[in-house]
């Protein structure tokens, strides 16, 4: 089952690309999906010690239909020689969740600020 909300719309046409290899950069996985539709983002969270990629990233189309035909033909695709790993990515963004905070962390919210205030 998913954790997925619809109404934000980009979800269902971001995708996450893992098993990179190192060598990939932005460029490389743009072009690798461009065959599939516009590209609007293309992301890939570098290791802060070698700046290398972390072997995954993350590739926006413009339209739902396009992320789907790349799904389609590069899951399990190969790139440099590793197999590629292809699915809708999960919502990254923290205010998909928001309304669904636990009871105890909107209390904790409260009593913090009548603390500050009697302080």
């Known amino acids: 089952f998913r954790h997925m909300s619809v109404k934000f ?14 060598v990939v950069d932005d460029a490389t996985l743009k072009a ?10 293309v992301n890939m969270p570098l290791d802060q010690v070698n700046q290398k990629n972390r072997g995954f990233g993350f590739v926006e189309f413009e339209l739902q239909e396009d992320a ?3 799904i389609e033909n590069m899951n399990g695709a190969e790139l440099y020689g ?3 790993k292809v699915n809708l990515a999960r919502p990254q963004n923290q205010h998909a969740g928001a309304n669904r905070r636990a ?8 009593i913090n600020k009548s603390d500050g205030e009697e302080g």
């Not at 690798?32 to 983002?41: C, N, Q, T, W, Y």
């Open 9 to 22: 719309g980009a979800e269902k046409r971001t995708l996450y690309v893992g098993g990179l290899d190192e």
């Open 32 to 41: 690798a999906f461009i065959p599939f539709g516009e590209v609007l983002d």
């Open 82 to 84: 590793r197999v590629l």
């Open 103 to 110: 009871v105890w962390e909107t209390h904790a919210d409260d």
């Open 68 to 70: 789907a035909a790349a």
